[in-house]
């Protein structure tokens, strides 16, 4: 069967026997493939709309199958290379009994290929419809999905052939064992990582801070994480790290409470600084109204009584972080210069002890006389 196959396509080499001719027809063939791929796209587009997505998946996947295939046959009986193909797949041992399992290959692959591009369209709504399920997830259940179905997808065909896979599961045993005390780190940093899709603590776009690093999260994969530091450096940390540190997240809650400490002096009315602070905070462009900042008594300090000025800003950003603290500063310190309320400087006061007289000046003693002194010889 497929040595008449053979015989049919080469009888294009006598209906196209100049070489000019033959180029062209190949050059026209692989032109027609492209054209194909770009077509299917179109139309699976244009199927999507009146059928369900998966069956204009695969109509179009199988036309694609068919025209390259149909290309190729082309291709290779205008130069009259058909015998040649046949006997290439004579001696691998495919003969026309094999054709069945041949087209059941062709099957899998089609539906494996099909599956995936379901799986993408079905993983990009679930995106689109729900906050629930992150970029960074996606990709990475998209990934996992196209390894677990390719991998079938080898198994069943390997199995239909009548392929040994005793011998690559054992080499497959051995090399997992190797390639785990080799790379225990990455694969530490890819266990975390699975972690951190599904834990979710931060999201690309997020403040966070981990360790010693802080900065904006620029990229998330599978192995290390990626952030952009406020002094425009980029740091990678690996996920077995970032997943082994506490994280803070300032952006998740969509706003963020700084606090201002400052010193009043002991002779002013706590109260009143109180009120004017408030006030002066309020003024400020970048600190929420609400919450309400708020005015905190913390403790007594060397010089001045501290007091804890606290206030909210939404959308977190170092920008609007130091922003808002200069306001609120720059602020209070003219509002308390207006009302006389003071700041004082680090200071000291000495006192004595009543018992003791308090304080007392050291007496000079008078020089002895000598005898340029004009003392008695």
């Not at 500063?329 to 000495?350: G, S």
Request: net charge negative; charged share 20%.
């Amino acid at each position: 069967m497929l040595a008449d196959v053979a015989e049919s396509v080469n009888r294009l080499s006598e209906v196209f026997q100049s070489v000019e001719a033959r180029v062209a027809i190949t050059a026209l063939c692989l032109v027609a493939v492209f054209s194909i791929a770009r077509t299917a796209r179109y139309v699976q587009a244009r199927l999507s709309t009146w059928m369900q997505p998966i069956w204009a998946d695969a109509l179009t996947t199988v036309g694609f199958v068919v025209g390259f295939f149909g290309a190729a046959l082309v291709s290779v009986g205008v130069w009259g290379q058909a015998d040649l193909a046949n006997d290439a797949v004579s001696q691998v041992g495919l003969t026309s009994q094999a054709i069945p399992d041949i087209a059941f290959t062709l099957v899998v692959f089609v539906g494996t290929h099909v599956l995936i591009r379901f799986s993408r369209r079905l993983l990009g709504e679930l995106q689109d419809s729900s906050h629930a399920v992150s970029e960074h997830q996606r990709e990475i259940t998209l990934r996992l999905t196209q390894v677990i179905l390719w991998s079938l997808a080898v198994i069943v065909v390997l199995g239909v052939w009548d392929f040994d896979l005793s011998g690559l599961l054992v080499g497959a045993g051995f090399l997992g064992i190797i390639v785990g005390m080799a790379a225990r780190q990455t694969l530490g940093s890819m266990l975390a990582g699975f972690v951190l899709m599904f834990a979710r603590p931060f999201e690309i776009g997020d403040w966070i801070e981990v360790g010693d690093e802080e900065g904006i999260v620029t990229d998330i994969t599978i192995v290390n994480t990626r952030i952009q530091t406020f002094d425009g450096e980029y740091v990678m940390i690996p996920n077995d790290v970032v997943s082994g540190n506490t994280i803070i997240n300032r952006t998740r809650k969509g706003r963020l409470r700084l606090e201002v400490e400052v010193g009043i002096d002991y002779d002013a009315d706590i109260e009143y600084a109180t009120k004017v602070s408030k006030a002066a905070m309020g003024e400020v462009d970048e600190v929420l109204t609400v919450p309400t900042p708020q005015v905190i008594t913390k403790r007594f300090d060397d010089s001045s009584i501290i007091l804890g000025l606290r206030f909210w800003i939404d959308k977190p950003s170092a920008r609007r972080k130091w922003r808002a603290r200069t306001g609120v500063i720059q602020n209070v310190k003219a509002a308390f210069e207006d009302d006389d309320i003071k700041i004082p400087f680090p200071q000291r006061e000495l006192m004595g002890r009543e018992e003791t007289d308090g304080f007392r000046t050291a007496e000079r003693p008078d020089p002895s006389p000598t005898a340029t002194d004009g003392g008695d010889e």
